[in-house]
């Protein structure tokens, strides 16, 4: 069997329904679960907003000394970390599943994920990286970026139920419990860069190129997207009308990561390179998106506060620390010179 | 064929290198394997009387001059070869029309073997790389895993590429983001050529990562492989497979302790390893028979920008308890005052 979850707060359950959603239809024979960083008991949904699948608050997974992850990670961070906690408990708590695919919220799956379960049967992960060729100019995001954040995207990971695959999951969480931050310079970028490790210690690796995997922003530049007669939506790897009807495959999933239905004109909030002036391919996707959105609630799910959000930590007298520290740099700078 | 880049200060490993290989270089057609060297120096400041065992191609002859000084001011001796390292290889496999099969070595590297294991793995690929590790290091020691996603995961210092239209693609690619971007800085996500690597296998077909510990033995990886000597040469056991020979060996870090990325490294301890000891004693005698005292005097003409200094003991202690408390002083709550 397999299982698909996400992990999200209640602010995000209009992303994580939509999801589901579109599991339920494209492939009814996957269970879903919804992983929720935060507190049903605080939120106190109405009926109404009680999504239709499953829920496992982060609290109940059994994450040693979760407490104190909390104190150490904003919420970012917090989501990240608590990535591979989740798939060890779902090992482990549902002893029939023989795969696990994590998504992240904020994707759409738009076929029958058959040569995923199919490639899960010999691969223990299959990974998808950001980009498969060369991105075309220095508009962010760009190769430089994935250099410090990760070749891999991790709004995406499927795992196979083997010893590979819980080495892979038991390294992860141990990095992961004091190590999913945001610190380019030490080579931290929460729970993807580590996975840039997976094929160099892991033979049984498949890294996927099949360009209707992992649609988003960070990949348009080798992707165009049309629908069919059928309406079934294809990626092509070239814009050429020549082209697209040869060798285009079946969009799988699409990840509208950075997305905001409330400005519907960006494509999202983390790139520079296209509006959609210049890809309208990729309009009705994201007009589609919203759509779902707004009616599953996204409108009241957004008010609802992450209880594990803290206020951000801001550092005052900025003036006052630089003339503190200026004696120790004169003296760091005299030593390396 | 075989090619390495270096200064003139490095030429005296260079030669050994190149001398390592004789005993086994025989080509993919059974021909002796020829060496290059790409001199990533002034060959003007080669002594009068110098004539080098080895085909010497300078890379400033391989780029226009305003180009060459551009590079020469920007980076330092370090990044600069390694900028060059692609366009170098490329004009290689032009310049030798008839040679399918090119291997890269840092002049730090020994060959201890027959090279057809390598021939052979690129009989099937474009291109072959060596990761620094092949599993986790299980301690606290340094380098850790984040330093080697700084510095990229697979090593620059040994490349095998096989001609082809996907490998011309690879090195145009490869040449266009390490040329100019071959600085090293952890914080703009840029390490030399050598972390643009780690797009080689996800961009191009048929890139072959090889993990068997009997490729490119080297400081960075010792500690999860041992080696033994027999009548027939160094065996070596590690993560991915047991009693493999020893094909090459690298000594960057370990003859000149200040070279490479790691030179305070603290998990590979040499006391305790007479078998890394007796390894690199013989690294060092192949290279103290190509010794000459006038080129390793030779600071490099490229490269105008300084190498940042390797502190050692208390300077390195001094920096690190200041570092300490700058960090302190930035994250210290402060109590606001109305």
Known sequence: MTLAFTICSVNYLAQARTLGDSLRKTNPNFQYVIGLVDKLSQARLPADLMPPYPMLEVDQIGIPDFAAMCDRYDITELNTAVKPFYIDYLYETYPDITQVIYFDPDIIVYQPLTKLTQDLTTYSLVLTPHT???TPDWE??????HLNTGIYNLGFIGLRRDDTARQFVNWWKERLVYECRIDLCAGLFVDQ???NFAPIYHDNVLIEHHPGYNVAYWNLHERYLSADEAGQWCVNKSNDPADLKTQADFLQFFHYSGYNPYRPDEISKYQTRYSFLERPDTKPLFDLYRQRLLANYNEQ???????YIKPPVIYRYQRVRRAMKLPFNRVIALLES | MLVTICTIRQLPQAFALGDSVLPYATDIDGKPASFLIGLADDPAHLPADFSSPYSLIPLSSLLPAETLAALSATYTPTEFAAACKPLFIREVFSLYPDETRLIYADPNILFLHLLTTIWDQLGENNALLTPHITQRPNDTAWPDEKFFQ?????????LAFRRSDETDRLLAWWQDRAQER???N????LCTDQLWLMYMPVFFTLVQVVKNPGWH???WNLPERSLKADHSGWQITGPTAADQPLLFFNAKGLFNADEGFFPNQNRLKLANRPDVQALLASYQQAVSARANPVLSSQYPAYGQQREPAVLRGWRRVTVQSMRVVTRFIDQVPLPVIR
């Open chain 2, 182 to 184: 071959a600085y090293i």
């Open chain 1, 193 to 195: 860069h580590w996975v």
């Open chain 1, 140 to 145: 962010r995001p760009n190769e430089q970026h």
């Open chain 2, 217 to 219: 033995a080297a400081l």
């Open chain 2, 150 to 158: 700084n510095v990229g995961l697979y090593s620059a210092d040994f």
């Open chain 1, 132 to 134: 498969c060729s060369p």
């Open chain 2, 186 to 189: 952890f914080c703009a996500g």
């Open chain 1, 301 to 307: 799910y957004r008010q609802y506060p992450c209880i």
